[in-house]
Structures are given as structure tokens and as C-alpha cells.
């Protein structure tokens, strides 16, 4: 087909065959939508830090303790070629090492605490009792509360948050047709010919082009008339068409690897935080274990008690200090003239991990794509289907114009109302070969990712905090008691080496 515009007076619709290309967009729309939705393009930036004070921050306590543990390998090395007597060696061995075996201890037992707030994704062990993930065995807290951590999450974030007759009236006309015009007409153009060749094949084969491109123009100008009144139809039916709530709650519950990264990802900061800290308490610890060990040496049955006490001690204390530190105190607390902040270390990035919860969120759940899978299997199909036969059927009665009583007469009423099904099936067969087209532009579009962005970066911070600490909060102890059990052990261990 030749190069020409339809032109109804609003939109024109070029019918050159469209490239492989990116979906153009309006730049006056992106402003303008910048305005309408609360500033939804707003950029939700993290503060910009010296590479050097970040690498010293997050490296700083682990060249120190390297240091440490060179120097008390070097004080060892000393006594050994000086040719001091083994007993004495022994004992310095002894002292240097309580310490460091702490400081590995703590970091080993959060690491592991970490790890098993999400692994094993399945039960792992014996006697479950029934579905609650517990039993003689394990199975990560995420993966086992998935379901009530994607309700909750999912019920602020595109529940509350975002709301869809929000998401659907960012659909406009002008932008609608100036972008996916061609492709519209592309599809339109093949309707035409599949529907002809069934219902007047040798009428069609003998029309001219120019009669044919009419034909397409008309149809064209009907289908932009017929726009905004499908699309206020949506939008007033858009809860039973398409739950997004519901959608991203089972597709999280289906796949919790998807929670999993999710969660890994946003707070991997503060994962690193917490072990190095707990690492720096466990080397505290360990320096006023090693005091008490000394002082109580020559006790024979002391360390037997003091070194799994202190092993006790140290290990719950450290993973509550580290749990407590990720979301709490939940508001700021300044000092220094607000150059100290005092708040858990999760909601201190509130900005930056609401801009990366946004991004994972709608990567991998709330997208146009995973939106229209979710559709076509779930009950608001049929009710989108109704809506869009509705709308198609008017469309072609338009069309006819004075003549759509004679029509069914002349043609036959039947054969009339399979034309319109025909039209109908014809573009649900075309359609799907643009999808990619539609989806690209749809998530441009709806801008669900900086609208959430913000959004969560603007959330009081205990609202924040509730959308995710509850559900962790109900299985803190375990993690807490898994510490103290931990340092049990490893106490007991000491206690037998140290006292040979």
C-alpha cells in the first residue's frame, strides 16, 4: 500500500509500514503528565557519597581486624624463635584467639541468620506440620510467609499506592493514535482483508485501491471515535476486568524466588551492615571474654561455664542488636546539627530503596506484559471480551451509517451479526502480533514505576516499616535463640580446646 495519511481532523495516521524502532512518545504529554500525577517524574535520588569514605566505611573494620590478626600471628611467630617453652606459646595462642574465633563466630552466626530468612525456599527436614513451614527441619521465613508477605506488600504498593482508573486515564487520545496509529491501521488494513475476502470475495477483488484506502480511512476515523468511550467503559469496570492486587499476590506466592530476590536486593546494604557490625560487637566481646578467661584460668572448671555463657550471651546478643538495627528507631533522630541521623539503617534509604522496590516490582510483576498474561487466563477476560465486542459491534453499526437498518435486511441479520464476530475475531488475531508494540507503550505510559518510586519515598516512615518488618517480627526469636544456641556450641568447643 502506498504512503497516505488518514486524517479525521484530529490525528493523522501515516500508513507507511512501521520499522523495528523504539515506541516514539510526546515529549509535551511526558510534561504534561509530570504535572497531573503528583509529580510522578519526579527523580527519587540517593545522596551522593565519596567513593573513598564508602569504601573505608564498609572496609575499614576488616583491615583492622586483618591488622589484628597479623599482629597476634606475628607475636607467636616471636615467642616461637625466641625459643620460649610451648606452655607459654600455648597460652598466647590461647589469649589471641578468643577474640578472633569471636569475631568469626558473630559474623558466621548473623550470615546465617541472613541466609535463613530465605533458604531453603522448600521445607527442609521432617514431621511438618501441616502448611506452616514448621516442623523438625527448616524453611526460609520468606519463602514460608510468602503469601502474607505479598498480601501486605501488595495491598500498599498497588493497592493503595497506585490505583488503576489512575493508571487507566493516563490514556489519551492524541498520544493513543500519534504513536500506535500506524500499527492500528496496519491491523485494520488486514481486518479489511480477511473479513472481505470471506463475506464479498469477489466484490473485493475487484474494487479499486483507491476505494479500498477509502474504506480503511473510514474505519479508522470510526475506531478513533470509538476511543474514549471503550475507554471509559474500562475504567469503570477496570476492578472486575483486571485485579492488579490479586495479580501480583499469586504470582509472588507461585514463584517466591521472585520475593526472595526482591528482598535480597533492597536491603543487601543493610545485610552487610549488620554482619559487619555484628563482627565489631563479636571482636568487643571478644576482648572482654578473653579479660575473663584470663582472670579465671586458674579456675579448673570455669571456662566450662564461662566461655558457653559468654558464647550464650554474645550470640543472642548480637542478632538482636542486628535485627533491632535494620528497622529501628523507626523515625530520625538527629544530633549535630542533622548531620548524625539516628534511625534504623532499612528506612534511612527510604528514597533509594523505594526507587529500587519500584524497579524490581515492576520488572518482574506489575507490567504490561505480565498484566495482559494474567487477563487472558483470568474470569475478567470475559468481561474485557464483552466490552470490546460491544464497542466494535457500534463501531461497525457507525459505519453503516443511515443504511445499518437496511443492512441486516439486504445481507441477512444473521449473516450481519457473523460479519460483526468475524471483524471482532479478525483483530483479536491481529492484534496480538503488535503485542510487544502495545506493551512498550503501555508501561511508557502508565509510568507505574516512578509513581511508585515516589510514592513509597514519600510514605511516613512507620508506614514504610510496616509494609515489611511484621511479617519478619513474628519469627525474630527464632533467629535470636539460633544465635544463643550457636554460641553455646561454639563456647563448649573453646571450653574442650583451651582446656587441654
Excluded at 470475559?382 to 443511515?402: M, Q, V, W, Y
Aim: charged share 20%; net charge negative; aromatic share 10%.
Amino acid at each position: 500500500m502506498s504512503a497516505r495519511d488518514i486524517n479525521d481532523g484530529r490525528v493523522s495516521i501515516s500508513l507507511e509500514p512501521m520499522g523495528d524502532g523504539a515506541v516514539p512518545l510526546l515529549e509535551e504529554r511526558r510534561a504534561a503528565l509530570s504535572e497531573s500525577f503528583l509529580e510522578v517524574e519526579e527523580p527519587v535520588e540517593a545522596p551522593v557519597q565519596d567513593p573513598w569514605m564508602m569504601f573505608w566505611r564498609e572496609n575499614g573494620f576488616w583491615v583492622f581486624f586483618f591488622l589484628v590478626c597479623a599482629t597476634s600471628v606475628a607475636i607467636v611467630a616471636v615467642k616461637i624463635a625466641q625459643g620460649r617453652p610451648s606452655a607459654e606459646v600455648s597460652q598466647t595462642v590461647e589469649i589471641l584467639s578468643i577474640p578472633i574465633v569471636s569475631t568469626i563466630f558473630t559474623w558466621c552466626h548473623i550470615w546465617l541468620a541472613v541466609q535463613m530468612c530465605f533458604y531453603p525456599v522448600e521445607f527442609f527436614g521432617c514431621c511438618k506440620i501441616g502448611n506452616t513451614g514448621l516442623g523438625l527441619g527448616w524453611q526460609g521465613i520468606v519463602p514460608r510467609k510468602a503469601s502474607k508477605m505479598a498480601e501486605k506488600s501488595c495491598e500498599l504498593m498497588v493497592g493503595r499506592l497506585v490505583k488503576m482508573e489512575e493508571i487507566i486515564d493516563r490514556f489519551t487520545f492524541d498520544e493513543f493514535f500519534s504513536t500506535l496509529g500506524q500499527a492500528m491501521a496496519q491491523c485494520q488494513a488486514n481486518v479489511n482483508e480477511k473479513v472481505a475476502a470471506k463475506h464479498i470475495p469477489k466484490l473485493w477483488a475487484v474494487l479499486p485501491q483507491s476505494v479500498k484506502e477509502e474504506m480503511l480511512r473510514k474505519a479508522m476515523e470510526a475506531t478513533q471515535a470509538s476511543f474514549e468511550p471503550m475507554r471509559q467503559d474500562i475504567r469503570g469496570n477496570i476492578e472486575s476486568i483486571l485485579n492488579v492486587k490479586e495479580m501480583a499476590v499469586t504470582r509472588m506466592v507461585a514463584h517466591p524466588e521472585l520475593l526472595i530476590h526482591m528482598f535480597k536486593q533492597v536491603g543487601r546494604k543493610e545485610f552487610s551492615f549488620i554482619m559487619r557490625c555484628g563482627a565489631q560487637m563479636g571482636l568487643a566481646l571478644g576482648f572482654a571474654q578473653t579479660g575473663l578467661w584470663a582472670a579465671t584460668r586458674g579456675c579448673s572448671w570455669c571456662s566450662w561455664v564461662l566461655l558457653p555463657v559468654s558464647g550464650l550471651i554474645i550470640g543472642n546478643l548480637t542478632n538482636w542488636v542486628a535485627i533491632k538495627m535494620i528497622f529501628s528507631p523507626v523515625h530520625p533522630h538527629r544530633f549535630c546539627g542533622g548531620r548524625v541521623n539516628f534511625q534504623g539503617v532499612f528506612l534511612k534509604r527510604q528514597p533509594e530503596v523505594a526507587k529500587e522496590l519500584a524497579r524490581l516490582i515492576t520488572d518482574t510483576v506489575v507490567n504490561a506484559e505480565r498484566m495482559l498474561e494474567y487477563l487472558v487466563a483470568s474470569p475478567g477476560y470475559e468481561k474485557a471480551l464483552d466490552i470490546f465486542n460491544k464497542h466494535i459491534a457500534s463501531t461497525l453499526d457507525d459505519l453503516a451509517g443511515f443504511a445499518r437498518e437496511l443492512i441486516p435486511v439486504a445481507m441477512g441479520k444473521d449473516q450481519w451479526t457473523e460479519l460483526k464476530k468475524d471483524v471482532v475475531q479478525a483483530l483479536l488475531e491481529e492484534l496480538p502480533q503488535h503485542s510487544d508494540l502495545f506493551s512498550r507503550f503501555a508501561d511508557q505510559v502508565l509510568q507505574i514505576e516512578n509513581t511508585l518510586a515516589v510514592r513509597l519515598a514519600k510514605l511516613p516512615p512507620d508506614e514504610f516499616e510496616q509494609m515489611l518488618h511484621p511479617v519478619f517480627q513474628e519469627d525474630e526469636w527464632l533467629l535470636i535463640l539460633l544465635g544463643g544456641v550457636l554460641g553455646v556450641i561454639v563456647g563448649l568447643f573453646q571450653a574442650a580446646v583451651l582446656g587441654q
